[in-house]
Each structure stands twice: as structure tokens, then as C-alpha cells.
């Protein structure tokens, strides 16, 4: 966990840093969070900014200790170059999409809602189709992600129904929510790492393009399987005398053939 990338760390730290502010805001951040019924009223904003906003500290914790466990290994997976920027458009794709979700399931309903666990449930489904790939994404019918996924999906059901978490108590959990991201997550993680492993400016290498800066003519006799191995060179033959009656015996090299 404490070699978790940098861009996940970020996004954990944030949530209780983001909440501490949201304690000191003249309506407790009520004007940042997603309701359905804002759909209809076209605030399509809100569905970004309730990622911002959790329900109290517990919350905010358990949100931030979850993003930092399934996140590090999705980001991983993104790699270092573009990596973090990919990540973080898929955490937040996941979290709007959840928002979405939601909304469209309640819709035209005031209540309203916080929080950013569907963007952790989209990072608990793409989580779910990392493990034991070896840095590579499971297949859907794989059978470590078939089981997974519906014990993710009892938990989240009978945590909802029954109406209680860590840092909820007194308000309904957005189960809803929590499983539309993490079929967004699970389903958008292989398509997602397909895109961004596409590098446009990446030159494909030649044939003979040798690692160690030779060229390429001496690449290609270092490669020959007729060669023994490692020479790279051969001792040109001594032109012989031009006198034949000459029987001066023919000097034998001082040193051995240089091997590399």
C-alpha cells in the first residue's frame, strides 16, 4: 500500500482533506450534491462535483481506504507515461456514470446524494478483473472474475437493504449507485486499457535495429545462427607470396580473435 502510485495516494488524501472543507462551507456542500431531479433541470454538473462530498468522517475514510487498495493496481496498469491522466479520466467516468445511474433509476426524486463510492465501486470492478492476471485483464468468462463479481454484488444488495455502514447511520446507502459502477468499472476496464496502450508517437522498431548501437550490417552477423556465437568478426586470410620458390613459413597471429 505505501507503494501505491502517485496519482491514487492523491485522490485518497483528497477525500478527507475535500471533507474537512465541506464542514466549513455555509450549506455543508448541499449545493454540490446529485439529486435525479437534477437531470431533468439540466445540472449536469453535479454528477462530477458529488465525487467531492462525503456523508460524514467515516465516510470519507472508508472511501479513501478503498480507493487506495483497489485503485493501486488498476493504476498500475495504465502504466507511467500517460498512466495517471488515464486513470484518473476513468475514475471519474466511473463516478459520473454512477451518478447517472442512479438518477435514471429515481428519477425526478429531490433527495439528494453524496459521496464517491461509485467511482470506488467502478475501481472495485476493474479491481475484480486484475486478480491473478499478472498485469494483464481477465477475460469476463474467467472464473475468478464469474465469482467475484455476484459476492461483490450480494455484499453491496444486503448492505443497502439493510440500510447500514461505517459513517451512513440515519441515511439510505445508494446501493444503486454502487452497482452501476462497478459494472462500469469491470466492463470498461478492458476497452479502456486497450485505447490508452496505443502510443501514435511510438516508432516501431526495425528488424535489425541492435540494443547495443551497432550497426546494422553487424547486427546481422552477430545474429547469423551459422556464426559461432558472439564473434562478430573473422581474420582476413595473408595473401600468399608471389615468389614460389619463397619457403618462409607463414607467421602465426600474436593475438587470439577478439570475442564480444
Not at 8 to 18: E, H, K, R, T
Not at 144 to 171: C, E, F, H, K, T
Not at 253 to 259: D, I, V, W
Request: charged fraction near 15%; hydrophobic fraction near 45%; aromatic fraction near 8%.
Amino acid at each position: 500500500m505505501f507503494n501505491a502510485p502517485l496519482t491514487v495516494v492523491l485522490i485518497a488524501l483528497s477525500m478527507p482533506v475535500l471533507f474537512f472543507f465541506q464542514q466549513r462551507l455555509p450549506d455543508g456542500g448541499a449545493g454540490m450534491a446529485f439529486a435525479p431531479a437534477d437531470l431533468a433541470e439540466g445540472r449536469w454538473g453535479t454528477l462530477f462535483t458529488v465525487m467531492l462530498l462525503h456523508g460524514g468522517w467515516a465516510h470519507a475514510i472508508m472511501n479513501a481506504i478503498a480507493a487506495l487498495a483497489f485503485g493501486a493496481p488498476v493504476a498500475r496498469l495504465f502504466g507511467d507515461r500517460i498512466g495517471p491522466t488515464v486513470f484518473l479520466l476513468f475514475y471519474v467516468a466511473c463516478g459520473a456514470l454512477a451518478a447517472l445511474g442512479y438518477g435514471l433509476v429515481h428519477w425526478g426524486s429531490t433527495q439528494p446524494m453524496v459521496g464517491a463510492s461509485g467511482a470506488v465501486f467502478g475501481l472495485i470492478g476493474a479491481a475484480t478483473r486484475l486478480m491473478g492476471g499478472q498485469g494483464r485483464v481477465l477475460p469476463l468468462t474467467d472464473r475468478r472474475v464469474l465469482s467475484a463479481s455476484p459476492a461483490w454484488m450480494a455484499v453491496n444488495v444486503v448492505v443497502g437493504l439493510i440500510g447500514y455502514a461505517p459513517g451512513v447511520q440515519g441515511a439510505r446507502i445508494a446501493w444503486e449507485a454502487h452497482a452501476v459502477g462497478f459494472v462500469v468499472g469491470i466492463l470498461a476496464i478492458g476497452p479502456w486499457r486497450a485505447c490508452s496502450a496505443r502510443d501514435p508517437n511510438r516508432r516501431a522498431p526495425r528488424r535489425f535495429d541492435s540494443p547495443i548501437g551497432l550497426s546494422d550490417h553487424r547486427s546481422r552477423a552477430a545474429l547469423s545462427p551459422s556464426r559461432p556465437r558472439g564473434r562478430l568478426f573473422h581474420r582476413e586470410k595473408e595473401p600468399r607470396c608471389s615468389s614460389p620458390k619463397s619457403s618462409r613459413p607463414r607467421e602465426t597471429p600474436s593475438s587470439p580473435l577478439r570475442r564480444i
